[in-house]
């Protein structure tokens, strides 16, 4: 069940009385309802499900499980296994 | 085929706007669209003779014969259009025999209503691929069906070239040791055709790779002729393919994920849609079967053509599990590609 | 992608592996709920790389598995009718019911179509005036927002052609009913990420604490899911039963208000036939009496009709990890994916539909 993918937030227009969105996934860009996620901003990221936005990712959350992972990396580099950080697509 | 084309070539002006049924009913009608909107664009010798048959000469060898219909909607997709993917089509199913495709026929139905413009149109751009892909449209057929009857218009065309002495590509050729080549990246014409059709709310920017493949085929040709097997994964793509190709030869196909290229934006599509691009209709790819010996000279062969700049070695065949393709996971565990059931549906689980 | 791919890496993927290896001392039977997390296992050959102590129980969080019989027929009989416009996502077209499938109905000359938001079939009632739109609303709390909206949208804008068939489901009850069962044996569950994500996660702490079971929320990408077993694992092997939020990124503990508020206007708890398993109670929604004229089983009135699963299939007791698919008499034989008897053949993440495939490399 539940299918849903982050993507950007582009744009925010009026449709049939919805708050909807333009929302980026790498280039394809769908439309979806953000009558859930009143507090989104442009440029922000959401999961999408089914044509709703469902929650607005927690940017500072994903930095924190980055970070945590990062030191499992340097961890991993003093016992000699030689893990490279991370590349992060923007 | 981008508009502006086609605004070089004005539509030509006939008696009515759009497709009457006596267009289809061999009067006047019939030979005023042929000689305005065909003839003009597909014209060869063969063709002008307007005889029941095309003849044509003969070189010796075998023949490569394939036929396809065309019934894609929406007819015009971004990348291409039913004109150019029905060139194409039958281009590359000829020559993933290693035949130098030199003929086709091309067979349409037309819905009455149909807008000349559109025909025209397409036309045009059946007229630039075959151009491209070098063969010639010697035969041709219109009819024209009730409105309602079928979508539009409809495009059969069926194709044939020969192949050259001491070529033999076959699905049943494959071998353990053999490398797997992919020209490029999946899913692109498939993910494009889906996200266009109404009803997805999509703007993207994926485009078909609609494109003929024969010139790319003589590049690898001119590499090495001892090319096991080749085909282009149209519907059902990749997994479809090779799992025929495992199923044929009777051996197994091991793949290694992260090296099967997909564009950034088809992917962002394919996520969103749940749908896996290894499934999903590649008009302008090929998958080639060689031994490893000369698998590298062919990549780079490929590489050298743009329609294989992104080409790559994606897998092996393999003794073990016979009739599998299974692909190596990052972490170490193997999934099993096997067929769909069915066509790929954007889905929410 | 971003935000995607991070989740990915194959790199720290075998190094949340290497510690679940370290951390495990014993056998532990867990089960993900969500059929994404099945998925998303068996793609990346989670389940193949996991200590051998650890068994993953696939269960019944997949809509196209549990949506019973009897709705799929109620589905195809409205289908079939003149007039009617039946709208469904993708994931339900196939899925027999217990004489044909919606594409064969659409063969046979009814209108059936794909979308992918339950706000597409509203613009198709729009479009057609004149017909009857029937949304097929299937899943489980995360549809439930959008289908909702859907019903809301359409009394706001007096749309009388639209109604939904509602099959809907939820988490928790179905959670509570494999754990209360005299032959359960799951230990911990990996909670489904997205379902808290609207509902929050405030209902699991009573069940975490009534069973003594661990619930660990995460995600769907393969670092998600490993992570979401490792921490499962640590509070098995030290004796602790907490919901943890492993999946901080996007759930939070009180869910999705503006949504919970929404579906709770127009969906209220009832009883529901989960397939496989049986009535599970107040384990899924139906449309409140406000809005009970979008309810399309009273408006094509077919309540009435009464399926029951077929006998020979056993897949009830392997949703609840009792039973593996080969021990089933019909496994392979009568029931393949292409002509699947239950639930765990019909959805190609299903324990059966998973096991068919595999079963041919598991030699190599």
């Given at each position: 069940?539940?299918?849903?993918?982050?993507?950007?937030?582009?744009e925010?227009?009026?449709e049939?009385?919805?708050?909807?969105?333009?929302?980026?996934?790498?280039?394809?860009?769908?439309?979806?309802?953000?009558?859930?996620?009143?507090?989104?901003?442009?440029?922000?990221?959401?999961?999408v499900?089914?044509?709703?936005?469902?929650?607005?990712?927690?940017?500072?959350?994903?930095?924190?499980?980055?970070?945590?992972?990062?030191?499992?990396?340097?961890?991993?580099?003093?016992?000699?296994?030689?893990?490279?950080?991370?590349?992060?697509?923007? | 085929?981008?508009?502006?084309?086609?605004?070089?070539?004005?539509?030509?002006?006939?008696?009515?706007?759009?497709?009457?049924?006596?267009?289809?009913?061999?009067?006047?009608?019939?030979?005023?669209?042929?000689?305005?909107?065909?003839?003009?664009?597909?014209?060869?010798?063969?063709?002008?003779?307007?005889?029941?048959?095309?003849?044509?000469?003969?070189?010796?060898?075998?023949?490569?014969?394939?036929?396809?219909?065309?019934?894609?909607?929406?007819i015009?997709?971004p990348?291409?259009?039913?004109g150019?993917?029905?060139?194409?089509?039958?281009?590359?199913?000829?020559?993933?025999?290693g035949?130098?495709?030199?003929?086709?026929?091309?067979?349409?139905?037309?819905?009455?209503?149909?807008?000349?413009?559109?025909l025209?149109r397409?036309?045009?751009?059946?007229?630039?691929?075959?151009?491209?892909?070098?063969?010639?449209?010697?035969?041709?057929?219109?009819?024209?069906?009730?409105?309602?009857?079928?979508?539009?218009?409809?495009?059969?065309?069926?194709?044939f070239?020969?192949?050259?002495?001491?070529i033999?590509?076959?699905?049943?050729?494959?071998?353990?040791?053999?490398?797997?080549?992919?020209?490029?990246?999946?899913?692109?014409?498939?993910?494009?055709?889906?996200?266009?059709r109404?009803?997805?709310?999509?703007?993207?920017?994926?485009?078909?790779?609609?494109a003929?493949?024969?010139?790319?085929?003589?590049?690898?040709?001119?590499?090495?002729?001892?090319?096991?097997?080749?085909?282009?994964?149209?519907?059902?793509?990749?997994?479809?393919?090779?799992?025929?190709?495992?199923?044929?030869?009777?051996?197994?196909?091991?793949?290694?994920?992260?090296?099967?290229p997909?564009?950034?934006?088809?992917?962002?599509?394919?996520?969103?849609?749940?749908?896996?691009?290894?499934?999903?209709?590649?008009?302008?790819?090929?998958?080639?079967?060689?031994?490893?010996?000369?698998?590298?000279?062919?990549?780079?062969?490929?590489?050298?053509?743009?329609?294989?700049?992104?080409?790559?070695?994606?897998?092996?065949?393999?003794?073990?599990?016979?009739?599998?393709?299974?692909?190596?996971?990052?972490?170490?565990?193997?999934?099993?590609?096997?067929?769909?059931?069915?066509?790929?549906?954007?889905?929410?689980? | 992608?971003?935000?995607?791919?991070?989740?990915?890496?194959?790199?720290?993927?075998?190094?949340?592996?290497?510690?679940?290896?370290?951390?495990?001392?014993?056998?532990?039977v867990i089960?993900e709920?969500c059929g994404?997390?099945?998925?998303?296992?068996i793609?990346?050959?989670?389940?193949?790389?996991?200590?051998?102590?650890?068994?993953?129980?696939?269960g019944p969080?997949?809509?196209?598995?549990?949506?019973?019989l009897?709705?799929?027929?109620?589905?195809?009989?409205?289908?079939?009718?003149?007039?009617?416009?039946?709208?469904s996502?993708?994931?339900?077209?196939?899925?027999?019911?217990?004489?044909?499938d919606?594409?064969?109905?659409?063969?046979?000359?009814?209108d059936v179509?794909?979308?992918?938001?339950?706000?597409?079939?509203?613009?198709?009632?729009?479009?057609?005036?004149?017909?009857?739109?029937?949304?097929?609303?299937?899943?489980?709390?995360?549809?439930?927002?959008?289908?909702?909206m859907?019903?809301?949208?359409?009394?706001?804008?007096g749309l009388?052609n639209?109604?939904e068939?509602?099959?809907?489901?939820?988490?928790?009850?179905?959670?509570?009913?494999?754990?209360?069962?005299?032959?359960n044996?799951?230990?911990?569950?990996?909670?489904?990420?997205?379902?808290?994500?609207?509902?929050?996660?405030?209902?699991?702490?009573?069940i975490?604490?009534?069973?003594?079971?661990?619930?660990?929320?995460?995600?769907?990408?393969?670092?998600?899911?490993?992570d979401?077993?490792?921490?499962?694992?640590?509070?098995?092997?030290?004796?602790?039963?907490?919901?943890?939020?492993?999946?901080?990124?996007?759930?939070?503990?009180?869910?999705?208000?503006?949504?919970?508020?929404?579906?709770?206007?127009?969906?209220?708890?009832?009883?529901?036939?989960?397939?496989?398993?049986?009535?599970?109670?107040?384990?899924?929604?139906?449309?409140?009496?406000?809005?009970?004229?979008?309810?399309?089983?009273?408006?094509?009135?077919?309540?009435?009709?009464?399926?029951?699963e077929?006998?020979?299939?056993?897949?009830?007791?392997?949703?609840?990890?009792?039973?593996?698919?080969?021990?089933?008499?019909?496994?392979?034989?009568?029931c393949?994916?292409q002509?699947?008897?239950?639930?765990?053949?019909?959805?190609?993440?299903g324990?059966?539909?998973?096991?068919?495939?595999?079963?041919?490399?598991?030699?190599?």
């Amino acid at each position: 069940m539940c299918l849903a993918v982050p993507g950007k937030l582009l744009e925010v227009f009026d449709e049939n009385g919805l708050k909807m969105g333009n929302i980026d996934f790498a280039g394809s860009v769908s439309k979806a309802c953000l009558e859930y996620v009143p507090e989104i901003e442009v440029g922000q990221y959401t999961i999408v499900h089914a044509g709703f936005a469902l929650s607005v990712l927690n940017e500072k959350e994903a930095q924190e499980t980055f970070d945590a992972w990062d030191e499992v990396i340097d961890a991993a580099n003093k016992d000699g296994i030689g893990l490279e950080k991370l590349e992060r697509p923007d | 085929m981008d508009f502006p084309e086609s605004l070089s070539c004005p539509v030509p002006i006939l008696s009515h706007d759009t497709v009457q049924l006596a267009h289809g009913a061999g009067g006047k009608l019939s030979n005023e669209m042929i000689d305005k909107i065909f003839l003009p664009r597909f014209t060869n010798t063969t063709l002008e003779k307007m005889e029941d048959q095309a003849i044509l000469e003969n070189p010796g060898g075998r023949i490569a014969f394939s036929t396809d219909t065309f019934v894609v909607d929406p007819i015009f997709f971004p990348g291409g259009d039913i004109g150019d993917l029905a060139i194409n089509g039958t281009v590359n199913d000829v020559a993933m025999s290693g035949a130098q495709p030199l003929y086709l026929s091309a067979g349409f139905i037309l819905e009455e209503g149909l807008p000349f413009e559109t025909l025209h149109r397409i036309v045009l751009s059946m007229e630039k691929a075959a151009n491209i892909a070098g063969i010639q449209i010697v035969a041709g057929d219109t009819k024209v069906v009730n409105r309602g009857s079928c979508d539009k218009l409809f495009i059969n065309t069926t194709g044939f070239g020969f192949v050259p002495d001491g070529i033999n590509i076959s699905a049943s050729n494959l071998k353990a040791g053999d490398k797997i080549i992919l020209s490029g990246t999946l899913a692109d014409h498939g993910m494009a055709v889906m996200t266009s059709r109404e009803g997805l709310s999509f703007q993207s920017t994926v485009k078909s790779d609609t494109a003929g493949l024969n010139h790319m085929v003589n590049d690898m040709l001119a590499v090495s002729h001892d090319i096991h097997a080749l085909r282009d994964p149209t519907r059902g793509g990749l997994a479809t393919t090779l799992n025929e190709f495992a199923a044929t030869s009777n051996v197994g196909i091991q793949l290694e994920d992260g090296k099967i290229p997909v564009k950034d934006d088809v992917r962002g599509a394919c996520e969103l849609l749940g749908i896996d691009p290894l499934y999903v209709a590649n008009e302008g790819k090929l998958v080639a079967v060689v031994p490893p010996e000369i698998a590298d000279t062919m990549l780079a062969a490929m590489q050298n053509n743009p329609l294989g700049a992104n080409a790559v070695i994606i897998g092996e065949v393999t003794d073990n599990h016979p009739g599998v393709v299974a692909l190596r996971m990052g972490l170490g565990g193997n999934r099993i590609v096997d067929m769909t059931v069915g066509e790929q549906l954007p889905r929410i689980c | 992608m971003k935000y995607l791919d991070e989740f990915r890496d194959p790199k720290i993927a075998k190094k949340i592996l290497d510690e679940i290896h370290q951390v495990t001392t014993q056998p532990w039977v867990i089960m993900e709920i969500c059929g994404g997390q099945t998925h998303s296992i068996i793609r990346n050959g989670i389940d193949q790389v996991l200590p051998k102590e650890i068994e993953l129980v696939h269960g019944p969080g997949c809509p196209v598995c549990v949506t019973p019989l009897e709705i799929i027929d109620k589905a195809i009989e409205i289908a079939g009718r003149p007039n009617v416009i039946f709208t469904s996502f993708g994931d339900m077209l196939r899925v027999p019911g217990s004489k044909k499938d919606l594409f064969m109905v659409r063969s046979e000359g009814g209108d059936v179509r794909t979308v992918f938001s339950p706000l597409e079939s509203l613009k198709i009632a729009r479009e057609n005036p004149d017909k009857e739109v029937v949304f097929f609303a299937v899943g489980f709390e995360t549809t439930a927002p959008g289908n909702a909206m859907a019903v809301a949208q359409a009394a706001k804008e007096g749309l009388s052609n639209f109604s939904e068939l509602v099959s809907h489901v939820l988490v928790p009850p179905a959670m509570e009913a494999l754990l209360s069962s005299s032959t359960n044996r799951v230990q911990g569950y990996l909670a489904a990420g997205h379902v808290c994500t609207v509902m929050g996660w405030e209902e699991y702490t009573p069940i975490a604490k009534k069973y003594e079971v661990p619930i660990v929320i995460t995600g769907f990408e393969p670092l998600d899911v490993l992570d979401g077993i490792l921490h499962t694992v640590k509070q098995l092997e030290a004796g602790t039963f907490e919901v943890e939020n492993r999946y901080a990124r996007i759930v939070e503990e009180g869910g999705n208000k503006p949504a919970q508020v929404l579906i709770q206007d127009v969906f209220e708890v009832a009883d529901r036939k989960w397939r496989g398993i049986g009535e599970i109670p107040v384990s899924g929604f139906r449309i409140t009496e406000k809005y009970r004229q979008y309810d399309a089983e009273l408006k094509f009135d077919v309540g009435e009709i009464k399926t029951d699963e077929p006998e020979e299939c056993i897949s009830g007791v392997i949703l609840q990890g009792l039973k593996k698919p080969h021990d089933c008499p019909a496994f392979g034989k009568t029931c393949t994916p292409q002509n699947p008897l239950g639930a765990t053949m019909v959805s190609s993440e299903g324990a059966c539909a998973a096991y068919y495939k595999y079963q041919r490399i598991k030699a190599d």
